[in-house]
Structure formats: C-alpha cells, structure tokens
T-cell receptor, first 110, second 115 residues
C-alpha cells in the first residue's frame, strides 16, 4: 500500500531543477507532499485531490495523474532552503488509509 | 498553542521500562494522529482520534502500545515493556477536520531510544 518514491536521493546545485515522483499500485483519492528537515517535523507543502489537478506556490509545484496513480513534485530554480527529505502521502480509494512514501532526500549545494 | 507540541523531545529508556509520550495538539483541532518514524523511513500510522474517540488503532504494533485522549485535547502514547525495536521518532499530528483533505500539522516528535 505504501507509495514508491523516486529517486531516493538527489544532489543539486543552487538554481537547478528537480522532479520527485510518487507512484501507487492502488487507485488514489488524494496525494500530499511534505518536506522534513533533519531533526524537525514534516511540514505540509500541498495536497492534490482527484481530478488530475496541478498546484504550486513559489517555485514548487505538483501534479497528480489519477489515471496513472502517480504524482510528481517539481522544484524549479532550487534554493538552499529546499534541502531536506520530501515525502508523498497517499489516500487509497476504498481503504480509507493514508500511507507515506519512504522519502526522497534532496541536497542543494551552493 | 501555535503548533503541535510534543514532550519529551528525547527519551532514553532501558529495555523493559514503560514510557509515556505526550502530545498537545493545536487548540480546536479535532483530529489527532500518532505516527512512528524509523530512521530513514517515512512516517507509519499508529492510531487516530477524533475528539476523545479512538477511531482507528490498527497501526499499533503490539498490545504493549496504548494511546488515549481522554478529554479530546492532549493525548498520551504509552509503550509498556519497551523493546529495542521500539526505538524510533514518534510523531504526533493534528488537523482541524479531515487530515486527508486539509493536511497534517506535525509536532517535532519524540526520539525514543531503547537501550
């Protein structure tokens, strides 16, 4: 039930772009994205509901392809503050259960 | 309060000892969740409260784990006879309504180390 995230880790230079993917083997109702810095709480970034929507704020955006049961998080012109571990969380149809992926570690270097 | 508050921040327990972890959610948040996060992994669901009612405890790994929220605000996660495999960060999260629609606000967690 746990979604699969890829890649597991990314190293970027400041200003570069990155894409983090989250896919599920089950039909999804919604997808959440969170960022967690070392030793801190996960921080909510955005939620995407069924319907194939796309959202974004600042230079971080995400898409949700309901048919493919996957979501992607796009980070453009990355900043040092983007470093951390990104988790997707998924709500599976008919199970009423919410599962987090194992995370993608992003390291933005100057 | 302004955020979800958890205490203690760190806890070292000897194997076999009982521990109690506290969560103080955002005032007015109806939903409260406990998650367990192992090193390098995503959070895993333990249990869920709506007000004082524990609606889902399917994620509790054994009957040594017990959670309560008697007055619908502060919650306590108790682990009896701790084992080494219980070592993890325990995260509490709250939400005003449906977390899967509104998102979770997490506390900073309690890092439990069982020696």
């Amino acid at each position: 039930q746990q979604p699969v995230q890829s890649p597991q880790a990314v190293i970027l230079r400041e200003g570069e772009d990155a894409v983090i993917n989250c896919s599920s083997s089950k039909a999804l109702y919604s997808v959440h994205w969170y960022r967690q810095k070392h030793g801190e709480a996960p921080v909510f970034l955005m939620i995407l509901l069924k319907g194939g929507e796309q959202k974004g704020h600042d230079k971080i955006s995400a898409s949700f392809n309901e048919k493919k049961q996957q979501s992607s998080l796009y980070l453009t012109a990355s900043q040092l503050s983007y470093s951390g571990t990104y988790f997707c969380g998924t709500l599976v149809y008919n199970f009423n259960k919410f599962y987090f992926g194992s995370g993608t570690k992003l390291n933005v270097k100057p | 309060g302004a955020g979800v508050s958890q205490s203690p921040r760190y806890k070292v327990a000897k194997r076999g000892q009982d521990v109690a972890l506290r969560c103080d959610p955002i005032s007015g948040h109806v939903s409260l969740f406990w998650y367990q996060q192992a090193l390098g992994q995503g959070p895993e669901f333990l249990t869920y409260f709506q007000n004082e009612a524990q609606l889902d405890k399917s994620g509790l790994p054994s009957d040594r784990f017990f959670a309560e929220r008697p007055e619908g605000s502060v919650s306590t996660l108790k682990i009896q006879r701790t084992q080494q495999e219980d070592s993890a960060v325990y995260l509490c999260a709250s939400s005003l309504g449906s977390a899967v629609i509104l998102g979770y606000t997490f506390g900073s967690g309690t890092r439990l180390t069982v020696v």
